[in-house]
């Protein structure tokens, strides 16, 4: 069985999403809070992508992205999806790139990583967050199905919960990969009761993916994996599953050649989104002038 997806599905969220630059022609974002430039926030995520001043550099060509910025990326591609699929805010989340190191958060983190009254993360048919293993690349992980884990919801029916790694440099796969995600599950449960036999047994599959060019725009990739992914994720998660096969080759299925326009884009989103903080910020007259 195979699929064609470009003439029923959508096509790459985060491009049909972008914003048009801001009017104002100011391109050069002033600081607001501290060194902080813009923030963006998953819906319904505790911790948000704060771009600082000195991040903004790294928005230059042939520069390597920091983990906000690359968090930033993920985080609009999942809010476009949520805002152009109606009904389907419990289909994802979309965390943090820090969420790959979760057993290493201390105090100055918070513990839970969705603010109260937000529907629980493994709840979500798909958790998805980019990752850096070796603080040298970021690639992207899809939890899908975490559900079937939780022993409330599935006490005893099949588990398809399985972690997809999407790598744009194959040579540099992350370490431990099967015991790192069994970690992320189990912090990412909360507390609640999950299958542990299965939670041992969750698979982590590493499908062919773009491979990129060079050595310094794998933070680019996440994002538009992500949002490739969201295009059409029943028909991806069958495809990556060997359940549905998608025609065409890797680079075409994955929209590979869009991947030149992601630098400029995320560019003009994160100017776009410190004007909107610039603004609310200089709206608010109680806060004091700086001292001279």
Not at 226 to 237: K, N
């Given at each position: 069985m195979t699929t064609q997806l470009r003439q029923n599905t959508p096509s790459w969220t985060f491009f049909n999403a972008r914003p048009t630059p801001p009017a104002s022609g100011n391109r050069i974002p002033h600081a607001v809070e501290g060194d902080q430039v813009a923030e963006l926030r998953f819906y319904g995520t505790s911790i948000p992508a704060s771009i600082q001043q000195e991040d903004l550099a790294r928005?230059?060509?042939?520069?390597?992205?920091?983990?906000?910025?690359?968090?930033?990326?993920?985080?609009?591609a999942g809010n476009a999806y949520l805002k152009g699929?109606?009904?389907?805010?419990?289909?994802?989340?979309v965390l943090h790139a820090r969420t790959w190191h979760l057993a290493n958060w201390t105090h100055g983190f918070p513990k839970n990583v969705r603010v109260k009254g937000a529907i629980p993360t493994?709840?979500?048919?798909?958790?998805?967050?980019?990752?850096n293993d070796s603080e040298t690349h970021f690639f992207l992980c899809i939890i899908i199905f975490p559900r079937d884990l939780l022993l409330e919801f599935n006490p005893s029916g099949p588990v398809r919960t399985t972690a997809l790694i999407l790598n744009s440099l194959q040579q540099l796969p992350p370490s431990n990969p099967k015991e790192k995600v069994r970690s992320i599950l189990f912090r990412l449960s909360e507390g609640r009761p999950l299958r542990d036999k299965e939670l041992a047994r969750v698979k982590v599959l590493h499908p062919l993916m773009p491979q990129q060019p060079n050595g310094y725009d794998c933070g680019l990739y996440p994002g538009?994996?992500?949002?490739?992914?969201?295009?059409?994720?029943?028909?991806?998660?069958?495809h990556i599953l060997g359940e549905k096969t998608i025609e065409g080759a890797v680079d075409e299925i994955?929209?590979?050649?869009?991947?030149?326009?992601?630098r400029q884009n995320l560019k003009d989103l994160?100017?776009?989104?410190?004007?909107?903080?610039?603004?609310?910020?200089?709206f608010n007259t109680d806060v004091p002038l700086p001292v001279s």
């Open positions: 928005l230059e060509p042939k520069q390597w992205l920091s983990d906000n910025l690359c968090t930033f990326y993920c985080y609009e699929a109606p009904g389907r805010a419990k289909d994802l989340v493994l709840e979500h048919k798909y958790v998805a967050f980019p990752g538009h994996f992500l949002s490739v992914f969201l295009g059409a994720p029943e028909a991806f998660t069958a994955w929209n590979h050649s869009r991947i030149r326009y992601a994160v100017l776009a989104s410190s004007e909107i903080q610039q603004a609310a910020f200089d």
